[in-house]
């Protein structure tokens, strides 16, 4: 399991040590810093030195670094670093430096809820907040709290919802649905898609008083085909569902009844959360399509010419388009004649950026650019390694998936109507042509 | 209001200062005081003088205090045991306190602190709270089951705790069941009886709280499933359809936890349709990780490997997944060429040609030669392809970058022998690249290739010649390859190569001290002198094919590693037994043959330390890659160098003999120079006495002397240089091979001032063993290399490195622990060796209390019959005790010596150091 948790800084100074096993000492940091901080390329996120196994990520300018001396599950240190960095920014809002010195309290204690030597407990923010309040004058400390209240934790920090409390009231009760895409793409230089899919987000903001008993709804085709029963899928095959390759769900959601008859059904978590993330390959709509040429001239000019198509309704718009089109490391002038937005050559990203505030659907839009190049001055006969060109976008009320909620059922005893609101958003992941 | 401010103070007298304010009476003061000491803990000052003080504030009712105390003992309760009992009073009133987050903490806090006799005081409040009515208790009593079990296990044993906890696997809540598998597996795992047995009763618990656990007691449950064999095909599958939708959580260390259960289940399953649906559905959830964080990509696409490798069927239409992202970090895009080779086919591979193609043009380096290199396997796996992979290679060659060249060459060899008199068309254009050429595996390549088909290259001789040139400059690979070429040529066209073999021949037999190229050398020649048709028929014989299992792991590995997916040994793909030290003994016993058959890899000498275009995944993993790419070079060497093995056991293996790898080969020559050092293993002499080890007789530019010691915590190796040339020597560079303890210096440039002409200087090196390391078999001496700088000049010599240097501060045991720790370790492991004395005259106490300043702690002494029984201890750098019995009689010249040790490996070196340390005491 996992010995120890290690906060280093850049230049790798212990800011938090945690230590939850014998095995090691604190001084195996020092072992990671020059090995890993203190070595110029990092070639893999898990380290063995000797036989104590480093496995570690960086956010923000902090290594959050687990350490092992046994055949740990690497995959479970690996997320619980993740979560840890999500419960540390559900905090203290930041995470860097100066916001673990500021609250390095707070992360003792956090670190010690959070696993119990070196086994994950529980990472849910939502019950970790109701007992560990340092810092946090608004909530009341615990030692004012009545016994029964404290016995609600306890059964709730183990028991089967451990990210709900049982006595939640809104006055208004609301629900918001944000399905988020994001459109990975990789086009070759000749126009052919090497790989398109899209992984989508369904994020919820819940708050709904109570228990609330949920049923969520989408157009996946073996879902619909599932509900319309004893009908041959064969012909359904007009039911606009789409393919949907893999789903994964928030813990709430129960699985087993997901694989035994395709139902989403869960009581959700009070607030922000993350309900299910899925990917398809199938039928993409790709908002936006980009035609470019980029030649050579000699060794000392290059002409580009990069139109970017959108492909969807005149009635939507893609909002803060970029389009970075690299340009070699020793380009020294270009000529950028662009028909809509503001193009500029930008040195320190070795390339062209191309923005347009808004793109309305079904139309195409140009750029052309002719770049000097200096003369090679070192004698380095490597070519030019013609990078890919990038976008960034979003697109609302648009899911290149073409996924759409179908209904969200909600049943509590109080029996109120919730409102519900639901927002599509499109954005690029990697989106990315050849050239 | 921020905590930083803790951190600011750093004036004199602060710990004065915090005396006084932990014995305020004011609650908020106190906790000031508290924050501040650990701060201080946490930047690594040593605050254990104020535990007596802390330790005061315990008794609050203030949490937050509490758990900052408890924070506190935890860390230092160690250094002072006697006052730590202090603590026990609280612990055990706030184990009964009416707030179950009290109980809890108390139980969690009492379970980390590791001194004896407060673990006793442990075992009734552990009782109790794993009976609690509180869930949040019960489940914290039973992580400290596992926590007391690493202290002392026969008491957890005969408490009886391990029932308690086999009953909790049927507690009502759901993560009481989670802690108590997690608690009882790694007690297994350590534990020499079997302690948690799954059976057909426990099982369906098991999975019952699987539905109903957290995220985290899903992973330890599935993990747990793995132990257990299904008694049929009925049972299996049921398990299966049970675990099958945890494929679907959000968290990828349950979604490969439960890969593995399928994985482990489906070889029970004999029906064909149960398999195929149970592979179609673990296919998209291995994709799905290749959308998640890079880190979990990169051990997902690990794990996918292995799968692959086990099961190709379930991911044989996915390759687009795995093409390359120009923004994917390295370790991803390595491991996912990997992929994409094991993957590719005779439908998919112009698809994948062209990416390799796209990813040749990349900035990495180390990535681009691997997409060359995978071009080349993908010629050798798919037959129809070969053709198509070829003339990507020639478009490649068109680039002129240079080590893509090099690197197509290198496969275009492989190519060729696979597909014999198919390709020879393209040789013109390779022979147009021969003078980019400059790293010796690409030229060896070449000269194969001109030997091979000298007969169709009209200037052959005159390409073979023009190496010729260079011969003693070159890399012994280069040299071998070079005389085979030669005399394939001059088999060929005996008019061509007449001069040149003579030639040759003689610069291998008479001017060059590599054995390998003299013996070869010597084969040729009589074999020439001899009968010329039947050397024909040796050297010219038709080779065995050849196959791509560079990427395939052994059988049984494999197996071993599809039980250990989703951990460390998935990543590192090496069994678990290789890098944990604390396994049970009898595996370890297991796997010792194995390890002792592979050969010690010594790091190139060219380079300092592990050539950069092998590590990319952990150290281990780089030696696991360096291992397969030996292997890989001994086959392409086997390749290269058939028309030698065909000679059959006239010659058993020459090449592969490590014994004559070219830093071996140095030491050879330093030999002739007579350098010191080399007299045996009775060198080990006390610290501060150094032994001349280079340069004696001063016929060198420099002499060194030195010796290895220990001084406060720390080891470093001690230097005297004496410049004896006429310049000034301004920087020195050390540098130590690989060894069989995993030491190096922490900074290989010296920290000294230069040496003028016949100064001498004293320099101490500090040495760098926190990842010590041993490995087999145990040689004391390590191989070190001293370059001066400007000159460059590079220095060889050895030393032997004392063991005990590496003996710890701390290792003095307490009697208890001692002997629990010696009962522990399995009979296997004891040694015994009779020492015999050489010293004039001895007493054993005065010979104990030497070895105590040495680190080999005495615990206990018994004097019966005349016979003095002495029990002493020692830890090692990397935590590995050893123990040992010392026997002196009375009028004997001859200690017996009875040990034992966590680790039987490190056995043989450490009586022979004890030795040492008797006679040189």
């Known amino acids: ?435 | 209001m921020s905590d930083s401010k803790y951190f600011q103070t750093t004036k004199k007298g602060e710990i004065h200062e915090l005396k006084e304010e932990l014995l305020s009476q004011r609650e908020d003061k106190k906790k000031e005081a508290v924050k501040k000491v650990i701060a201080a803990m946490t930047v690594g000052k040593d605050v254990s003088m104020l535990f007596t003080h802390v330790l005061n504030c315990m008794q609050t009712h203030n949490l937050e205090l509490k758990k900052l105390v408890y924070l506190y003992v935890m860390n230092y309760a160690k250094n002072h045991p006697d006052r730590a009992i202090l603590a026990v009073n609280t612990f055990q009133k706030d184990a009964t306190d009416p707030n179950p987050l009290i109980r809890a903490l108390a139980v969690r806090t009492m379970g980390c602190i590791r001194v004896d006799n407060i673990t006793e005081h442990l075992c009734e409040p552990l009782r109790h709270a794993l009976k609690d009515q509180d869930p949040y208790v019960r489940k914290t009593a039973a992580v400290c089951v596992a926590k007391l079990y690493d202290v002392n296990p026969e008491l957890v044993e005969n408490q009886g705790f391990l029932n308690i906890l086999n009953d909790m696997l049927g507690d009502s809540n759901p993560m009481v069941v989670a802690n108590a598998v997690a608690a009882l597996t790694e007690i297994d795992e350590v534990s020499k009886t079997e302690v948690f047995r799954i059976h057909s009763g426990n099982l369906n618990k098991l999975l019952a709280a699987l539905n109903e656990c957290t995220e985290w007691g899903q992973v330890f449950i599935l993990n747990s499933l793995c132990k257990y064999t299904p008694r049929d095909s009925q049972e299996a599958e049921n398990v299966c359809e049970r675990v099958a939708p945890r494929l679907q959580h959000a968290n990828s260390a349950v979604v490969l936890s439960a890969v593995k259960v399928l994985m482990k289940y489906l070889n029970s399953i004999p029906n064909g349709d149960s398999v195929r649906t149970f592979c179609k559905k673990m296919a998209p959830p291995l994709v799905t990780l290749l959308s998640k964080e890079p880190e979990i990509q990169f051990l997902g696409l690990r794990n996918i490997n292995l799968i692959v490798q086990r099961r190709p069927e379930i991911l044989q239409y996915e390759m687009k997944v795995f093409f390359c992202k120009y923004n994917d970090p390295i370790y991803v895009k390595m491991e996912k060429l990997e992929i994409m080779i094991m993957l590719a086919n005779e439908k998919n591979i112009d698809e994948v040609l062209l990416e390799f193609k796209e990813y040749a043009t990349e900035i990495d380096v180390e990535f681009v030669r691997k997409a060359v290199r995978a071009i080349g396997r993908c010629a050798i796996k798919i037959d129809r392809a070969s053709e198509r992979c070829i003339q990507v290679l020639l478009d490649l060659i068109q680039t002129k970058v240079n080590y893509v060249v090099q690197e197509a060459i290198i496969v275009i060899k492989d190519i060729f022998r696979k597909y014999p008199n198919k390709y020879e068309g393209i040789i013109a254009t390779l022979c147009a690249n021969l003078e980019s050429l400059d790293e010796p595996e690409a030229k060896a390549s070449m000269i194969w290739i001109i030997g091979e088909y000298a007969e169709r290259i009209d200037n052959a001789h005159e390409l073979l010649n023009s190496f010729l040139e260079g011969f003693k400059d070159e890399n012994s690979q280069v040299q071998l390859q070079l005389l085979t070429a030669i005399v394939k040529l001059f088999l060929k066209r005996p008019k061509d190569a007449q001069q040149m073999v003579q030639t040759v021949l003689n610069l291998s037999t008479q001017e060059s001290d590599n054995p390998d190229l003299r013996d070869r050398g010597f084969v040729y020649w009589r074999l020439l002198s001899t009968d010329f048709e039947a050397a024909k028929a040796v050297v010219l014989s038709e080779k065995p094919l050849i196959t791509d299992t560079t990427s395939q792991l052994d059988e049984s590995l494999l197996n071993e590693l599809i039980m250990n997916i989703s951990t460390l040994a998935s990543v590192y793909h090496k069994p678990p037994e290789t890098f944990v030290a604390k396994l049970k003994g009898i595996k370890r016993g297991m796997r010792k043959e194995e390890e002792d058959e592979e050969e010690p890899d010594y790091v190139d000498d060219d380079n300092n330390g592990p050539s950069p275009n092998q590590g990319y995944a952990g150290q281990q993993q780089q030696n696991n890659q360096q291992y397969g790419q030996q292997q890989q070079q001994q086959r392409s060497g086997n390749l290269i160098d058939l028309d030698l093995s065909d000679l059959g056991s006239a010659l058993p293996q020459q090449s592969n003999n490590p014994y004559a790898s070219p830093q071996q080969q140095q030491y050879n020559n330093s030999n002739d120079l007579g350098f010191l050092g080399g007299g045996g293993n009775n060198n080990v002499r006390s610290p501060v006495q150094k032994s001349v080890i280079f340069g004696g007789d001063k016929s060198q530019s420099i002499q060194i002397a030195g010796a290895f010691s220990r001084a406060n915590n720390r080891v470093s190796l001690e230097l005297t240089l004496s410049n004896n040339s006429q310049q000034q020597m301004a920087r020195f560079k050390i540098q130590f091979y690989q060894n069989s303890f995993g030491i190096s210096p922490i900074d290989p440039i010296l920290n000294c001032p230069p040496i003028e002409p016949g100064q001498t200087i004293e320099v101490s090196i500090p040495i760098q063993c926190a990842n010590a390391a041993f490995t087999q078999p145990f040689n004391p001496v390590i191989d070190m290399a001293m370059m001066v700088l400007p000159s460059q000049e590079k220095f060889y010599f050895k030393m032997n490195f004392p063991f005990n240097c590496l003996f710890t501060e701390n290792g003095r045991l307490e009697r208890d622990s001692y002997l629990a720790m010696w009962r522990s370790i399995p009979e296997t492991n004891e040694r015994q060796k009779e020492i015999q004395i050489r010293l004039n005259q001895f007493d054993p106490a005065s010979l104990l209390a030497k070895l105590n300043q040495k680190n080999l702690f005495e615990i206990v002494r018994k004097s019966n019959n005349g016979q003095e029984i002495s029990f002493l201890s020692c830890k090692t750098e990397n935590s590995i005790y050893i123990l040992v019995e010392l026997t002196f009689s009375q009028n004997s010249r001859v200690c017996k010596a009875i040990s034992k040790s966590t680790a039987p490996e490190v056995m043989p070196i450490f009586e022979h150091t004890l030795d040492n340390l008797i006679n040189n005491a």
């Open chain 1, 1 to 435: 399991m996992i010995s120890a948790l290690f906060l280093m800084n850049g230049k790798g100074e212990v800011l938090i040590s945690r230590i939850y096993r014998d095995d090691i000492s604190r001084g195996v940091a020092n072992a990671f810093r020059l090995e890993v901080i203190g070595s110029k390329e990092t070639r893999s996120p898990v380290k063995l030195i000797g036989s104590t196994s480093f496995m570690y990520i960086k956010v923000g300018g902090i290594y959050i670094v687990g350490v092992s001396r046994q055949n740990v599950n690497a995959c479970m240190v690996f997320e619980v670093l993740h979560q840890l960095v999500d419960i540390f920014k559900s905090y203290f809002d930041t995470l860097d430096e100066d916001a673990i010195k500021n609250n390095f309290v707070l992360v003792y204690e956090l670190l010690d809820e959070i696993l119990d030597f070196g086994y994950p407990q529980n990472c849910s923010t939502d019950v970790l907040k109701l007992y560990i309040t340092q810092g946090q004058g608004k909530l009341k400390s615990l030692d004012k709290l009545k016994q029964d209240k404290i016995s609600k934790i306890t059964i709730q920090a183990t028991g089967t919802t451990p990210w709900r409390t049982p006595d939640i009231k809104h006055k208004k009760n609301e629900l918001y649905i944000d399905v988020i895409e994001s459109v990975n793409l990789l086009m070759s230089a000749e126009g052919n898609i090497l790989r398109a899919d899209v992984s989508g987000q369904v994020m919820m903001k819940c708050y709904l008083s109570g228990m609330p008993e949920c049923k969520f709804g989408m157009n996946d085709k073996i879902i619909m085909d599932k509900e319309k029963g004893s009908v041959p899928a064969r012909s359904q095959r007009r039911t606009n569902g789409i393919e949907i390759d893999d789903i994964t769900f928030h813990q709430c959601v129960r699985l087993g009844k997901f694989d035994t008859d395709r139902t989403i059904s869960f009581i959700p978590p009070d607030g922000e959360f993350e309900l299910m993330r899925y990917r398809t390959t199938e039928h993409i709509n790709l908002p936006f399509k980009v035609i470019p040429i980029v030649r050579e001239m000699g060794r000392t000019r290059l002409e580009c010419s990069v139109t970017v198509k959108s492909n969807f309704s005149s009635k939507m718009f893609g909002s803060n388009v970029k389009i970075i089109i690299p340009t070699p490391k020793n380009t020294a002038v270009c000529k950028i004649v662009v028909a809509a937005g503001k193009a500029k050559y930008m040195p320190e990203q070795d390339g062209i950026i191309w923005r347009i505030k808004r793109f309305p659907g079904d139309t195409e839009f140009t750029l052309r650019a002719e770049v000097e190049l200096m003369a090679s001055v070192n004698l380095d006969k490597k070519t030019w390694s013609r990078p890919p060109i990038s976008m960034e976008f979003q697109v609302t009320m648009f899911t290149a998936s073409g996924f759409h909620v179908r209904f969200l059922k909600v049943v509590e005893k109080s029996n109120y109507t919730p409102i519900k609101w639901v927002r599509y958003l499109t954005k690029a992941g990697t989106y990315q042509n050849r050239i």
